[in-house]
């Protein structure tokens, strides 16, 4: 059936990651709401701010908890932001680690570098399960001006690159 | 042939209706309303902590392990709606979402002016009703003898009677004016309301669990 094809619409490519600024409003396409009405899923509005979501790595191979990655890069501006990921097959355990803005140590160059990987790694980490086959990275950058208009092509995120695999 | 060109013509538009038709219609129809699943927290227009974050996963589609959930479903139809909190983090965030988690309202601790939530819903037929009989009706005429024509103000013109009612509603801005709390006037019945506040640390669980707790959803 079509609505099961992915969402595809309304979708803007930010790098790696896929930004959904238009998602759930009611200004949505008639495909996108229908998709969101069967996902059964609420999203952010741009008031609140913006989700980025990476489901591969800068090689284009999908994200596995045996494998270690290394997250450089700038994040794009916002008063808060948030970095988590998510399994993605059923029955998985629950991922529910997470690195914020607040905690993070910043690059002399004001970039960052994080560490996801199962095995406890030296700066910044972002715990993952080895059990886990399958996740995504969801960055949530809170009130940010990006979220309204604000994503074009000068806008730079991470990078994702896969540093060794079990 | 054109008879089989003609069915197929036929087949062709009706399955594009029936398409169109399922498509439009499917948020309506799907048994994974969000609106149906928080139902099992508990009554309407009171806050309901969500206590982890599986569940809010399972109940909302996705969620920040990040933040802390409490929902709120009420009717705007009922009466407004008064939702109010302490200030507690750095980041906290409500957003209203209609029967069909689209979301038609968000605000968060930045537009608050000390950190706390203070805002107040009305539903909009009932707040143009509260409006507009502050408006005098120039065109209303006193009761006189009908045997004796008097002069009748002309009526107004509509760029007038938009005055009257702004300024109407300028005067209860005013009156307002050192009142922090934020309204909102909806077009919506059955909604929700998603209040997150962000945790930084395990230990700012208290402090969190303090504000969710004296959160009122009225």
């Known amino acids: 059936m079509t609505l099961e094809r992915g969402l595809q619409f309304n979708t803007v490519d930010v790098g790696l990651w896929e930004a959904w600024p238009v998602a759930g409003e009611p200004t949505a396409d008639p495909y996108s709401k229908a998709l969101f009405a069967r996902i059964g899923s609420v999203w952010m509005s741009s008031t609140e701010g913006l989700a ?33 990921a998510t399994a993605t097959e059923p029955r998985q355990p629950e991922l529910d680690s997470y690195l914020t803005s607040d905690d993070v140590i910043w690059d002399e160059d004001q970039s960052l570098t994080v560490t996801i990987s199962a095995r406890v790694f030296p700066g910044n980490w972002l715990p993952v399960s080895e059990e886990t086959n399958r996740f995504e990275l969801v960055l949530r950058i809170y009130d940010t001006p990006l979220a309204s208009g604000g994503l074009d092509d000068t806008v730079r995120p991470p990078v994702i690159e896969r540093e060794v695999c079990l | 042939m054109t008879t089989l060109i003609r069915y197929i013509l036929v087949s062709l538009v009706l399955g594009a209706l029936i398409h169109i ?56 139809k ?52 509260e409006v507009l009989p502050t408006i005098e009706d120039p065109n209303r005429l006193a009761p006189v003898d009908p045997l004796t024509p008097l002069p009748v103000p002309p009526p107004l013109t509509d760029a007038q009677r938009a005055d009257l009612l702004e300024e109407a509603i300028e005067r209860e801005r005013l009156a307002r004016e050192d009142d922090p709390t934020i309204e909102a006037i909806l077009d919506v019945d059955k909604a929700f309301a998603i209040y997150k506040i962000f945790r930084p640390l395990s230990a700012y669980d208290g402090i969190i669990i303090d504000a969710m707790s004296q959160a009122r959803c009225e």
């Not at chain 1, 090689?59 to 501006?77: E, F, K, M, N, W």
């Not at chain 2, 219609?25 to 309407?44: H, M, S, T, Y």
């Open chain 1, 52 to 84: 980025l979501v990476a489901k591969t790595d800068t090689d284009g191979a999908g994200l596995t908890g045996q494998c270690r990655y290394r997250i450089s890069g700038v994040v794009p501006r916002g008063r808060l932001w948030t970095l988590t």
């Open chain 2, 21 to 76: 038709g399922a498509v439009i219609a499917l948020p309506n129809f799907a048994d994974q309303k969000v609106w149906n699943r928080l139902a099992q927290l508990g009554d309407n227009r009171e806050f309901h902590l969500i206590g982890d974050h599986p569940t809010a996963v399972r109940l909302l589609g996705t969620a920040d392990p990040a933040m802390v959930y409490a929902i709120c479903r009420f009717n705007l």
């Open chain 2, 78 to 129: 009922t009466g407004p709606v008064t939702m109010a909190a302490p200030p507690s983090t750095s980041f906290w965030n409500v957003t209203i979402f209609n029967e069909n988690a689209e979301m038609i309202y968000n605000l968060h601790d930045g537009a608050s002016r000390n950190g706390e939530l203070d805002l107040e819903l009305y539903h909009l037929s009932k707040k143009r009703q």
